[in-house]
């Protein structure tokens, strides 16, 4: 099972662009790459998904290198709202839902 | 609003007692996800529902525990004799046959 890295918070400021970076060594080939957000007292909400190159919506972007070891979801011009905890999960597309993980994600905060 | 829901947003009980939460997933999904998150930490799988037929369960999910979807719509999670451990936020997702789970608001039980 891909077990996945991400820092375990960041501070940026209104206005500004935010990357979280998402370390998955050991990411399969049929693995996807999924990033949830979460307020306090809500459940997850899905952000993005995405297998390879760049994925990009309403929301957010993810860019995955050649190698898929990695991932950045990138917030552009993050409001205070957008403070929450994101996590990266790595899985295959159709599966049991036991093979999805999710890690302790990246507490987000976002200033004034 | 079409999303998962659950009921009750609160629970408080005493420890011994039993206690029983419901999820109604979003009516075309044909898969049903039961987590279970303590603070700081991501949701932990518990169980997982295909239509009526509850398909895997976690080590975490003991024989407290029970999970039903008797008509392959609506899921009741059953905790018996709980005790203080089990205090915790309980999350409900449905989806389908994808792995882009779609979360409730979860049930906050908190066991004296």
């Known amino acids: 099972l891909a077990k996945t890295t991400q820092p375990i918070s960041m501070d940026s400021y209104e206005g500004q662009e935010v990357n979280i970076t998402c370390s998955h060594n050991n990411i399969a080939t049929n693995d996807y790459i999924t990033w949830y957000q979460q307020f306090p007292s809500q459940g997850p909400r899905f952000i993005i998904q995405?297998?390879?190159t760049k994925v990009k919506n309403e929301v957010a972007s993810l860019f995955i290198p050649a190698d898929r070891k990695s991932s950045t979801l990138s917030l552009p011009r993050v409001s205070l709202s957008d403070t929450a905890v994101y996590y990266c999960l790595v899985g295959p597309r159709y599966s049991s839902a036991s093979k999805i993980i999710f890690g302790s994600g990246t507490r987000l905060s976002i200033r004034p | 609003d079409t999303g998962v829901s659950q009921d009750p947003r609160h629970k408080i009980t005493k420890r011994g007692q039993n206690v029983t939460f419901r999820c109604d997933p979003i009516s075309e999904h044909n898969r049903l996800y039961w987590y279970r998150q303590t603070l700081g930490q991501g949701p932990e799988f518990l169980t997982y529902f295909q239509n009526e037929a509850q398909l895997e369960k976690s080590r975490l999910l003991s024989d407290r525990f029970s999970a039903e979807r008797p008509k392959g719509s609506f899921s009741t999670l059953e905790i018996q004799r709980t005790e203080q451990g089990d205090s915790a936020m309980y999350l409900c997702?449905?989806?389908?046959?994808?792995?882009?789970?779609?979360f409730g608001p979860g049930t906050r039980l908190t066991v004296l």
């Open positions: 997702a449905s989806s389908f046959n994808t792995d882009t789970q779609y």
């Open positions: 995405g297998y390879k």
